[in-house]
Every structure is written in C-alpha cells, then in structure tokens.
C-alpha cells in the first residue's frame, strides 16, 4: 500500500473523490504542514495554525497508478490559486503536496511537471516534507456521502466528482454516484 497526503482546498472535495476510485483502500480527512500540534478545526479554519485541509490517501499500486492518483489531483484543484480555492480563501486551503521520503517528492515533482500540460508554469503548489498528519474531526469523515443535501456538496463536490468520472472513468467502482 501507498499513502500520500495531498491539499487541494477543501478537504470534503478531495475526499469524495478519492473514495470513489478502485484500489483507494482508506481516506482520511485532516491537517498538514502547520506547527500547532493536535489541531482542531476551528483552529484550522482561522487560517493561524499553518495546516492545510489535506487528505492522506492510502492505495493499492498494484490496483490504480500512483501517476493517476496524483494527475487525477491536479485535475480537481486549481494549482493555480494562492491560498484559495472557489470561495474558500486562506493558507488553510493551499495547494500543497507533503511527501515522505525522496521517492516520494520525485514523483510529486514529476505529477507537477505533467499538469503544467495543462495549467501552464502558473503552478503554487508546494512541495514540503510530512512532519505530521493529524486527522480531523469525525464529522468531517466520508463528509460528501453522510451530507447529500448539504448545498456545499451539490454545488461544488458534484461537479468535481463529474469531472474526475468523465476524466478517469474506467478508475471509478462500479455504481458509484
């Protein structure tokens, strides 16, 4: 198994779609990249922590690519938004990639090179090492699935989870919405 923990704004949107794809074992909800320890999200959400809403995504290479799910990263995120994403603005939503090791940032560097085919040399995305994960509350879990009626998730995850479908489709479970 391969874990990554990638921010993209977020982190509900990022879940979402994550979960969806074959060979994605486990997907956590959390924080990364900031220096107050055990974080909680109010904390986060100020924007003073230091912490990005980041998900940590744990896979099976031997099921799905590590280069599909770090494309498939760029594709639903604006790497080229400082410290914003749509409506949600703050270092707290920062494109960010946190790798473990040297293997690691090789191929995070590598995904970043790939999507500047798309985004151009406009590219924020930071690459730092992981210090430490630290997951969120609960209630931010599996947020899209347990919240269907909740406006956030019609109008902004639907259509990011559309666009990875119609992208990557033969990478989606079958009867996944």
């Not at 969806?20 to 107050?36: C, I, N, Q």
């Not at 320890?37 to 690519?65: C, K, M, N, R």
């Not at 914003?84 to 990639?97: E, F, I, K, L, P």
């Not at 210090?131 to 998730?153: I, L, R, S």
């Amino acid at each position: 198994m391969t874990t990554y923990v990638l921010a993209g704004g977020c982190f509900w949107c990022l879940d979402a779609v994550y979960r969806r794809l074959k060979g994605v074992e486990k997907v956590v909800s959390g924080y990364a990249g900031g220096d107050l320890p055990y974080p909680t999200y109010e904390q986060v959400s100020l924007g003073t922590s230091g912490h990005a809403e980041s998900v940590e995504v744990t896979f099976d290479e031997s099921v799905i690519p590590a280069d599909t799910i770090l494309d498939l990263f760029f594709l639903i995120h604006d790497p080229t938004t400082l410290n914003r994403q749509g409506n949600d603005v703050g270092t707290q939503y920062r494109s960010a990639m946190f790798y473990i090791d040297d293997t690691q940032k090789e191929m995070f560097e590598a995904a970043l090179e790939r999507a500047k085919e798309h985004w151009g040399d406009k590219i924020v995305t930071e690459l730092k090492p992981l210090e430490t994960f630290y997951p969120a509350e609960d209630y931010h879990q599996d947020y899209f699935n347990k919240n269907p009626g909740n406006g956030y998730c019609s109008i902004v995850i639907e259509p990011k989870i559309a666009k990875a479908r119609s992208a990557y489709k033969q990478w989606f479970k079958e009867g996944e919405v």
